[in-house]
């Protein structure tokens, strides 16, 4: 506090006071960054978080448990799919339920394709913040591919609602899955390729990459750091593999764990998680059971429809489920999936009736994130953009 | 089109009518001011700098709009600015919420005139489903919006189809910052003609 | 909802469960052997070890947590409250800890009493309690005894309450008139007499 008072009160000090935020090219998201600089060092730095706070956890005390769904969605919004996942997968764990292999396939697989569109956006913007305009362009057009395979199945680009407690809304449409194999195979390693091409040996973005927004192992577990940004820093966590779900445990890839800890690792770990994601992908394509896409259980899953135009049971069990709702039995749960930047975990409380008693969501990037004013003190004012990129901070989940 | 008079199409050659009726004063002078406005009105359609304002998911569209597969720079929305001193078209992308609406209010105002404001998106629009503590329900509480984007988000085709809609209002000159700027121009005419004629009254009493 | 309708999590789940079979977690044994009464409960439930201890001892049992050879939580994974309207005690702090080393997760359950909405901040053990903390000030009105900084972060500076009570409504808004310096409004959001900062 006092160094902003001097430098208000004697106007010739080499101090400055400029704020970044939260309206500004660089942060990818809304927040704000108010920095004392000495020249072009920031010699102390406060964060403000908070310009996205849409009440999620009230809304979800408000709404019954697949009203919570679409606020999912919007949570981490580049990798919308993940956090359906966590949350229903979080429901289930309460149900006690166990979705069909199918919708554990099926949500595998979108789950990827998310963390790819993530991975993307992140790279393409924290290179445009370098300059390397080019990259943005050739980050985003693979995506707009993946968009159209999640439009073919839930009808919405970005923020799906695909998910359902018990499975999925609907079965993937006929065609899909060759649509998705050629996708990956020509889509997105094209771009991968071109990725990597451009920056994996640029000197200039090594020069701008390496050693900058260095963050040590012992740091970055005392901040609770989980996600491709620590295992940059060394830290062998991956929830997919540590504690699998949905039947990562039957697929074969690798978790890339990185040492430098800086922006460049940080790069070379999400273009390999890319490359996972999409081995994962291609294994559960092959993989892909038959069998229905939500469970069967008339207390959670709605009955089809068919059966309820012809069938009284199946019309008396869909207007009950609708009328009442679900009703777990009352306790605490906590489920955990990984998200685009780490470990998205859900904890909710349940006191047995249709809506949820308190929904509370650890971000990842909220715990990524508080590191920053830590991490900037000492750096140049062009790094802070660099490092600001490279964490990937998604301001519907830091906010939620 | 816009401007105080119908234009009539002249074929090429030929003089355009007479407009000035009997005293068939300014007529030609009315007739290019007219095709001025017409052109600049033209001119500003085309060439919107927009200022994404973006928040949330609505901003990840907006950055598909900007992309190569929808391409905004197509209708002449290339030049993406981040600051308001440099751009006249304001996207709002998102949600904003109680704690970014001084800073969106500034925003807005640093802007020069005239500036357009689109709300993109049902959380820009009304608030979209966040009837919450911390969500402003519409950024017309506290800046005016000319064209509303429905969706959550919306398809860039849909966004696009709302930047059109305003270039065709801003050609027409139908807009409110043209309005109102027309409306000011006409006040000023009136209170600049009132005063001439006060200095001509006093000069007409002192002459001896 | 009743004091009889509420039942804390763990005591429904302790009815359900029979984990009388099973060894008892290890960090149960080894946090009760290290702290005696101060554990009120463990409970086993969904897969979930929950384990509910006295708020004076939480800091102690914090750090046992984080230091046994055999516990090693070297991650504070999160920091929720609860707000259970119509129960005395009425808030409920709950943190998540895991182990990278063991692959191990407890939940400490932490009761706090409305008048006194105060527990000590887990700050110096690991920085991640920072905005962990502060977010629970801001949503739910537990103050953090020792915490540097505890000012309101989701929410802006002139919000009156806490959201996510269960007696303020969900869309009582604020409004917000200005943008606070951050250095020099530093304290805007803070709790009002500042009995936090330690």
Redesign the interface.
């Known amino acids: 506090m006092t160094s902003t008072l001097e430098i208000l009160n004697q106007p010739q000090s080499p101090r400055m006071v400029v704020n970044i935020g939260p309206q500004h090219p660089a942060t990818h998201g809304t927040f704000r960054i108010e920095c004392v600089l000495e020249g072009e060092r920031i010699v102390e730095s406060r964060t403000e978080i908070g310009y996205l706070h849409r009440c999620f956890e009230k809304m979800s005390e408000t709404h019954d448990y697949w009203g919570v769904i679409p606020y999912t969605d919007r949570l981490n919004y580049c990798s919308s799919m993940i956090n359906g996942v966590g949350y229903c997968l979080t429901v289930e764990k309460l149900l006690g339920c166990t979705i069909p292999p199918r919708a554990q396939a099926i949500r595998v697989i979108l789950s990827e394709l998310s963390r790819i569109m993530d991975h993307l956006v992140c790279i393409g913007t924290n290179l445009v913040d370098l300059g390397a305009i080019t990259n943005f362009w050739y980050a985003f057009r693979p995506r707009e591919v993946i968009y159209d395979l999640l439009e073919a199945c839930c009808g919405s680009r970005l923020t799906v609602s695909y998910v359902r407690i018990g499975g999925l809304q609907d079965d993937l449409p006929p065609g899909w899955v060759e649509r998705c194999r050629k996708v990956i195979r020509k889509d997105v390693a094209r771009a991968l390729l071109d990725l990597e091409k451009l920056n994996t040996r640029n000197p200039i973005f090594k020069l701008r990459g390496q050693g900058v927004g260095v963050m040590a192992r012992e740091r970055a577990i005392a901040w609770g750091w989980t996600g491709p940004c620590a295992r940059a820093s060394g830290v062998d966590y991956d929830v997919r593999r540590d504690h699998p779900y949905h039947g990562y445990e039957q697929y074969e890839w690798q978790i890339p764990v990185e040492h430098g800890g800086d922006v460049f690792a940080r790069y070379l770990v999400r273009m390999e998680e890319m490359r996972q994601s999409v081995r994962i992908i291609e294994q559960a394509l092959d993989q892909l059971p038959d069998g229905p896409v939500i469970v069967d259980d008339r207390r959670i899953a709605l009955p089809p429809k068919q059966e309820v135009y012809t069938n009284i049971e199946a019309l008396m069990a869909h207007f009950k489920l609708i009328m009442h709702g679900i009703l777990p039995p009352p306790g605490e749960v906590y489920g955990l999936v990984e998200g685009g930047n780490g470990e998205l975990g859900f904890y909710i409380v349940s006191d047995g009736t249709r809506k949820p008693y308190r929904v509370k969501v650890r971000p990842p990037c909220f715990a990524v994130f508080q590191a920053f004013d830590e991490m900037l003190r000492g750096m140049l004012l062009a790094d802070v953009v660099a490092t600001l990129g490279s964490l990937n901070i998604i301001a519907g989940e830091l906010d939620r | 089109m816009a401007g105080n008079q119908p234009i009539a199409i002249t074929p090429l050659g030929q003089a355009p009518p007479s407009k000035g009726g009997a005293t068939g004063n300014g007529m030609p002078m009315q007739w290019l001011t007219t095709r001025v406005d017409d052109f600049v009105n033209w001119a500003r359609g085309n060439s919107l700098w927009p200022l994404t304002?973006g928040?949330?998911?609505c901003?990840?569209?907006v950055?598909?709009v900007i992309?190569?597969?929808y391409d905004l720079a197509r209708f002449g929305a290339e030049v993406i600015r981040?600051s308001p001193r440099q751009a006249d078209l304001l996207i709002v992308a998102?949600?904003v919420?109680?704690?970014?609406?001084?800073?969106?209010k500034?925003?807005y105002q640093q802007m020069p005139d005239p500036k357009w404001v689109v709300a993109m998106g049902a959380c820009a629009a009304s608030g979209g489903?966040?009837?919450?503590?911390?969500?402003m329900q519409g950024i017309d509480e506290i800046i005016p919006v000319d064209v509303y984007v429905p969706g959550?988000?919306p398809?860039p085709e849909g966004l696009i189809y709302g930047i059109l809609e305003l270039k065709k209002r801003i050609e027409r000159g139908e807009t409110r910052p043209q309005i109102a700027t027309r409306e000011w121009a006409a006040r000023n005419a009136a209170r600049e003609a009132t005063r001439e004629a006060t200095r001509e009254a006093v000069r007409e009493s002192v002459r001896v | 909802m009743s004091d009889s309708e509420v039942k804390s999590g763990l005591e429904a789940a302790g009815e359900a469960d029979e984990a009388a079979a099973l060894p008892e977690p290890v960090t149960a044994r080894l946090l009760k052997a290290e702290l005696g009464t101060a554990v009120i409960g463990t409970s086993m439930a969904f897969g979930d070890l929950a384990i509910q201890i006295r708020r004076e001892a939480l800091v102690s049992a914090a750090r046992q947590c984080r230091d046994h050879p055999e516990l090693q939580y070297d991650y504070l994974m999160d920091v929720g409250a609860v707000d259970h309207l119509g129960r005395t005690p009425r808030f409920e702090m709950v943190y998540n800890l895991y182990s990278l080393r063991f692959r191990h997760r407890v939940r400490l359950h932490v009761q706090i009493p409305e008048e006194d909405p105060t527990v000590d901040s887990l700050i110096d053990l690991w920085s991640a309690a920072d905005w962990f903390e502060r977010e629970a000030w801001d949503l739910m009105g537990i103050r953090f005894r020792g915490h540097p900084r505890l000012v309101r972060i989701l929410t802006h500076a002139e919000f009156v309450g806490h959201a996510l009570r269960k007696d303020y409504h969900p869309a009582e808004r604020h409004r917000l008139s200005r943008t606070y310096d951050l250095f020099t409004e530093d304290q805007a959001g803070a709790p009002p007499d500042g009995a936090s900062s330690g």
């Open positions: 304002y928040t949330a998911c901003g990840i569209e950055m598909s992309s190569s597969h981040f998102g949600t919420v109680d704690k970014l609406g001084p800073v969106l500034t925003v489903f966040y009837r919450a503590y911390h969500v959550c988000p398809t």
